[in-house]
């Protein structure tokens, strides 16, 4: 009689970054990436493309070393991230951000423990022009099947001091 392997799960998430409120600033963009424990890994999915930033498309990093960089997809392993296109407020009364930015990842694992968080981060202009984080924030992948909309609190960060106030735009 054969041993068996531990069994495995899978866990497909698809969906999108709808939009964001962020009153004080125009022409952002939103980087995703996925965290997650030991026990998972993620499988080999479809990439969707998107716009880079003009800074990327120039090989620019600014204020973001990883701004210039795009992962490459190999079949052992899936995009579990990526950078939207930059978008300035929506004209209607609720002047939002509006991306509608594709994500469409699987993972596998052999337990639920470290299940996987969705890690988005903001960025936009500074006065000079350099691309700063204009917030973050993380939210659990839902854990039951079905239709979720799921609202990420930012967290915003400030300047300590008014030079470093001036100079970041924050």
Known sequence: M?????????????????????????????????????????????VKETALPAAAQRGEGRGSPELGHWPSLSSSQGLEEGISQITSKSQDARRALVWNFPIDVTFKSTNPYGWPQIVLSVYGPDVFGNDVVRGYGAVHVPFSPGRHKKTIPMFVPESVSKLQKFTSGT
């Open 2 to 46: 054969a041993a068996a392997g531990p069994s495995v799960f899978l866990l497909m998430v698809n969906g999108q970054v709808e939009s964001a409120q962020f009153p004080e600033y125009d022409d952002l963009y939103c980087k995703y990436c996925f965290v997650y424990g030991q026990d998972w890994a993620p499988t080999a999915q479809m």
